[in-house]
């Protein structure tokens, strides 16, 4: 009963939306769905296109899967090197900021023609839009810790290692999960982006194609089918999350 109580208004939500959504396509009629499918026809692509839609998921599914693997190993080390050093915070730091403005749909090609047109490129292009959320989360968890517990190590004469390894890494776990779900929900914006320049197959790939056809169904298809991987990203990243730090979750205040 409490698990339908907590799924219920997002459950209504969406169906609300959707019923709007269908309402006003079909007030804008059969012309207007040729801009803005209503969903019956999405998901009329979804069914007819599912081939096609599956074996282009597939492409997509193992460029995000990989590309946030990179991008969370990169931001968490990066975040750590940052926390270590103050002279490599004010080096680097900077530079990982500005790599958030640069312009992922100019950066493509270019890594498209040096790396050429296989997966890397569009690693690199997915990691780069989805490590900065790791390397944020992860420096402010490590900058987190109570400072009497360092004292408190300080004063046993600990380790460096050892004080980050027993206190500041558990203490900034919480915002690397943090960071990892943010990356998965952008990451299939980079995938996208990427197979958009130098790529003869995928999600992206298709919506691209798709759109100058008129086949604003199954592009909205493909949308929807990255939509819910996101979602589904973030949701196990949860469940990993809760399971493995079950003290992040509990009330403060109660007893471990």
């Known amino acids: 009963m409490k698990l339908a109580r907590r799924h219920l208004p997002p459950v209504l939500l969406l169906a609300a939306l959707i019923g709007i959504w269908e309402g ?22 979804l069914y007819h296109d599912r081939s096609l839609l599956w074996s282009s998921f597939l492409l997509t599914a193992e460029e995000v899967l990989l590309g946030t693997l ?5 931001g968490f080390a990066l975040a750590v090197a940052i926390h270590f ?57 490590l900058s987190s810790v109570d400072p009497d517990l360092l004292k408190l190590m300080r004063s046993f004469d600990a380790p460096r290692r050892r004080t980050f390894r027993l206190i500041e890494l558990p203490a900034a776990l919480p915002g690397v999960f943090t960071g990892a779900k943010i990356a ?29 056809q008129l086949l604003s169904a199954r592009a909205m298809a ?5 939509a819910l991987f996101a979602v589904l990203l973030f949701g196990l990243l949860a469940l990993v999350e809760r399971a493995a730090l079950p003290w992040a979750y509990q009330p403060r205040g109660e007893p471990s």
Do not use: M
């Open 222 to 226: 493909a949308v929807v089918i990255l």
């Open 184 to 212: 998965v929900a952008v990451s299939v914006i980079g995938a996208v982006f990427a197979e958009w320049n130098g790529s003869d197959a995928g999600l992206g790939y298709l919506i691209l194609t798709s759109i100058p």
């Open 70 to 74: 990179v991008a969370c190993a990169l």
């Open 85 to 141: 050093s103050h002279a490599f915070r004010r080096a680097v730091y900077p530079l990982v900021v500005a790599s958030q403005a640069v312009p992922v749909v100019i950066l493509a090609p270019v890594l498209a023609f040096w790396l050429g047109f296989g997966i890397g490129p569009k690693l690199v292009v997915v990691a780069l839009v989805s490590f900065f959320s790791v390397v944020v989360t992860t420096v402010a968890g």
């Open 24 to 45: 006003y396509v079909d007030l804008k009629g059969a012309a207007f769905s040729l801009i803005l499918p209503s969903p019956h026809q999405v998901a009329d692509a």
